[in-house]
């Protein structure tokens, strides 16, 4: 089994909701980001506590401040942001095991297989602790980063899926199995705390799980796309034809039949939803598409109509006058506005060196 599968849970958001999103990833670059890397070692602090833990005859240490300034096997060195993050995981996982006396069951990055929703998805879940005494199924996932992850998304119920595989949780057991779905995100504010859970009978999920395989066997027969908040974080959000396509149903409806709304609250509600999702997948859309004109002006592409700024902000219109190539904002602390590199050769529009000079024109006078 190799180690990426094309069904991962960590995209089951994606692959979940849109079964186009497997193909049109699969020949992008994975350009891992500082923040998921600290991420990744961040897991690997939590995973080595815990089963220092678990086996205390590994001599390893008990407390994840212990591994600052060691480094992780993705070349990572730990940091206390790292350490925090991961002792608030440990501190959750350890007093659920405490209470019930059930540490040695603990699953810790523990690999899990869903053939119920396809061969092809399986992944490697945080940490697990199954009470069949009890009828009592626990899960929890870390995540490093700022923006708000769900205890009840794709995700975890996935994982969920592949416990119950796992357990030989059957369609009579499913409804008494209580379930505990628990996000360890100490990094984004919410007012209960770091840690969110959903809870209810492994029985729920039956219509989930459901979603699941009919999007995973798309996948692989006839896939579709559709966009949503999943696209957010789909590496094709750049040249998808959907999202662009999503990103237009807001701009500009012309000579409409005139009707005017009437919304009550329900009807707001509904609406705000809907604003939510779209802005969501056209901001993607325009991250990805700024990124590749950023990419394509600094290659000497011209035709654009736009300027490349590489002070506070991204891409603007250029101001009025010749323009030869790519215009910069000048970054030094005197700097006041954006600065024309007209004598700038073909082969210095990529050279952000070259690009951060006044063009050989006096300095603005400093502000006082
Ligand atoms: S951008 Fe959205 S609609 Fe397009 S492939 Fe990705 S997830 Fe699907």
């Given at each position: 089994?190799s ?22 990833q ?11 890397r ?6 690997w ?128 057991l ?17 007012a ?70 009437a ?27 700024e ?25 603007g ?47 603005p006078?400093?502000?006082?």
């Open positions: 089994m180690e990426h599968a094309p069904l991962a849970p960590s995209s089951s958001e994606q692959w979940g909701h849109c079964s186009g999103s497997v193909a049109a699969a020949d992008m670059p994975d350009l891992s980001s500082e923040q998921a600290e991420g990744t070692a961040a897991h602090v939590m995973s080595e506590t815990l089963l220092n833990h678990q086996d205390t005859t590994r001599g390893g240490w008990l407390a994840c401040h212990q591994f600052i300034g060691s480094k992780a096997p993705n070349g990572v060195i730990i940091d206390d942001k790292m350490a925090e993050g991961a002792q608030v995981h440990v501190d959750d996982v350890l007093e659920v095991c405490w209470r019930f006396n059930a540490l040695p069951d603990l699953l810790i990055e523990h690999r899990v297989r869903m053939p119920r929703i396809h061969e092809q998805n399986w992944g490697t879940l945080d940490s697990a602790l199954y009470l069949p005494d009890r009828a009592l199924l626990f899960i929890w996932d870390y995540k490093h980063g700022h923006r708000e992850a769900k205890p009840d998304g794709l995700q975890l119920f996935d994982y969920l899926a592949g416990l119950a595989e796992k357990f030989g949780i059957n369609g009579e499913d409804r008494q199995t209580r379930v505990v779905s628990r996000i360890v995100q100490p990094f984004c504010y919410y209960r705390g770091p840690v969110r859970e959903w809870a209810g009978f492994l029985s729920d999920l039956r219509g989930v799980w459901n979603q699941l395989y009919a999007k995973a066997h798309e996948v692989f027969a006839g896939p579709t796309l559709s966009t949503g908040p999943w696209c957010r974080d789909c590496k094709a959000v750049g040249k998808c034809s959907a999202a662009r396509r999503a990103g237009y149903n807001y701009i500009d409806m012309v000579n409409e039949p005139y009707a005017m709304d919304m009550d609250a329900a009807d707001l509600a509904v609406e705000r939803g809907i604003l939510v999702d779209g802005l969501s997948t056209a901001k993607a859309r325009l991250d990805a598409v990124d590749e004109l950023q990419h394509r002006i600094r290659g000497g592409q011209v035709g654009t109509g736009l300027a490349l700024e590489t002070g506070s902000g991204r891409l219109t250029p101001g009025p006058g010749p323009r030869p190539g790519v215009s910069v904002r000048c970054r030094c602390r005197e700097g006041r506005g954006a600065y024309t590199h007209a004598n700038l050769g073909p082969g210095a529009k990529g050279n952000p060196a070259a690009l951060e000079g006044h063009n050989g024109k006096a300095h006078a400093p502000r006082r």
